[in-house]
Nanobody
Framework: EVQLVESGGGLVQPGGSLRLSCAAS????????MAWVRQAPGKGLEWVSQ????????SYADSVKGRFTISRDNAKKMQYLQMNSLKPEDTAVYYC????????????WGQGTQVTVSS
């Protein structure tokens, strides 16, 4: 059974930092590109970042570029999102997602972890 479990969210002041983690199980993690997607209250899903299966290439939404860093450890089957210089508009539920591979989109998602940026 494919499982993705996010952790590391919480309440942080503007300008602060958080590191999100995603623990993967039930599949060969190193075969798949992975992503972080977020959903702010009352809004739709927003793609945040993606990383290739080997970690050799990463990409980011313009809204987080230069502040967030995606990474992975295939030996540990873990994915991470380091978030620095957080802004109130970063407040959202953050989801770890697995790339389908053969077409656009994601086929498995974690339950999400809440990030709240507020003074």
């Amino acid at each position: 059974e494919v499982q993705l479990v996010e952790s590391g969210g919480g309440l942080v002041q503007p300008g602060g930092s958080l590191r999100l983690s995603c623990a993967a199980s039930g599949f060969t993690f190193s075969y798949y590109a992975m992503a972080w997607v977020r959903q702010a209250p009352g809004k739709g899903l927003e793609w945040v970042s993606q990383i290739k299966s080997g970690g050799e290439s990463t990409s980011y939404a313009d809204s987080v570029k230069g502040r967030f860093t995606i990474s992975r450890d295939n030996a540990k089957k873990m994915q991470y999102l380091q978030m620095n210089s957080l802004k109130p508009e970063d407040t959202a539920v953050y989801y770890c997602a697995r790339d389908r591979g053969w077409c656009d989109g994601y086929d498995y998602w974690g339950q999400g972890t809440q990030v709240t940026v507020s003074s």
